[in-house]
Nanobody, 115 residues
Framework: QVQLVESGGGLVQPGGSLRLSCAAS????????MGWYRQTPGKQRELVAT???????DYADSVKGRSTISRDNAKNTVELQMNSLKPEDTAVYYC?????????RGQGTRVTVSS
């Protein structure tokens, strides 16, 4: 059974930082592309960051320069460090794992950026 469990969300003030973490099980983690996307009510899902099995990273323009995605294949975890957070970063963040036509996602962790 595949499980992706996110943690690290919460309430943070504008300009603050958060580190989101995702622990994966039930997959051969090292061969999957991992990533994060976010969803807010009434808006399309936005792909925030991805990291390939080889460690190549890609970011949405909206978070580029403020975020870093990393993975630890020994621990089966992927993290998203987000800095200089803005109110528009408020969303539910989902971890996902992708390989070919297989994709799995977690339950999500809510991030609220507000003073």
């Amino acid at each position: 059974q595949v499980q992706l469990v996110e943690s690290g969300g919460g309430l943070v003030q504008p300009g603050g930082s958060l580190r989101l973490s995702c622990a994966a099980s039930g997959i051969i983690f090292r061969i999957f592309t991992m990533g994060w996307y976010r969803q807010t009510p009434g808006k399309q899902r936005e792909l925030v960051a991805t990291i390939s099995s080889g460690g190549n990273t890609d970011y949405a323009d909206s978070v580029k320069g403020r975020s870093t995605i990393s993975r630890d294949n020994a621990k089966n975890t992927v993290e998203l460090q987000m800095n200089s957070l803005k109110p528009e970063d408020t969303a539910v963040y989902y971890c996902y794992a992708s390989l070919g036509n297989r994709e799995y996602r977690g339950q999500g962790t809510r991030v609220t950026v507000s003073s």
